[in-house]
């Protein structure tokens, strides 16, 4: 079953206590990407990766990294948590369309974050 | 100005009904047109795909694309219950980052039986 997978669900923590939430996918896509889900506000991209080692910011990078050091993973770090960044994220997975261009993305569950 | 705004709702309609979903757009380089269904504590999963103009159905859906005014639609035909959840518009064209799209904020529907 086609299926991205990020953990954890749902974390509460506090300002400047670092933290990571992890994304798998096992479709074998090239381009991953992390998205932020806020009222008001929609989806928002925060970083991309075309494949492994290669990433790149989004509309919203700031105070996340992300690395991509095999093409299944693609994990988003907040170094340093604050209380705007509480919000709800969502890996994706993209299957490119056939001009190399977004096709169908495919979303894990979601991760709900609360800072404190 | 956002590049993508979508009717906010939310939308309430009875069980058969009709129903109409609407985004308008900004940018003239968006190509690939999608709806997104997003039931509650899930992530969204794509509902239609559509390249340029036209119209395209699947069963109770169908997804309009008017390039000319930068306005999309979906209708839903005899909207059942199960239909209730955020649907979101989703946009993308050739550019560095092409793999990105660009989403609405979403319309809640919810269909009472």
């Known amino acids: 079953e086609a299926q991205v997978t990020q953990n954890p669900r749902y974390l509460i923590t506090v300002t400047g206590k670092k933290l990571t939430v992890t994304c798998s996918q096992n479709?074998?896509?090239?381009?991953m990407s992390w998205y932020r889900q806020d009222p008001g506000l929609g989806l928002r991209q925060i970083y991309y990766s075309m494949n492994v080692e290669v990433t790149d910011k989004g509309d919203v990078p700031e105070g996340y990294k992300v690395s991509r050091k095999e093409k299944r993973n693609f994990p988003l770090i907040l170094e340093s948590p604050s209380p705007n960044q509480t919000s709800l994220y969502f890996c994706a997975s993209t299957r490119l369309g056939t001009s190399g261009t977004a096709g169908e993305l495919f979303f894990g569950e979601g991760s709900r974050l609360t800072v404190l | 100005q956002k590049e993508v705004e979508q009717d906010p709702g939310p939308l309430s309609v009875p069980e058969g009904a009709i129903v109409s979903l609407n985004c308008t757009y900004s940018?003239?380089?968006?190509?690939?047109f999608m709806w997104y269904r997003q039931y509650s504590r899930k992530g969204p999963e794509l509902l239609m795909y559509?390249?340029?103009?036209g119209n395209k159905e699947d069963g109770r859906f169908t997804a309009q694309v008017d390039k000319s005014s930068k306005y999309i639609s979906l209708f839903i035909r005899d909207s059942q219950p199960s239909d209730s959840a955020t649907y979101l518009c989703a946009m993308s064209g050739h550019n560095t980052n092409a793999g990105k799209s660009t989403f609405g904020d979403g319309t809640t529907l919810t269909v009472k039986p």
């Open positions: 940018n003239s380089a968006f190509q690939y």
């Open positions: 559509t390249y340029s103009s």
């Open positions: 479709m074998n896509h090239e381009y």
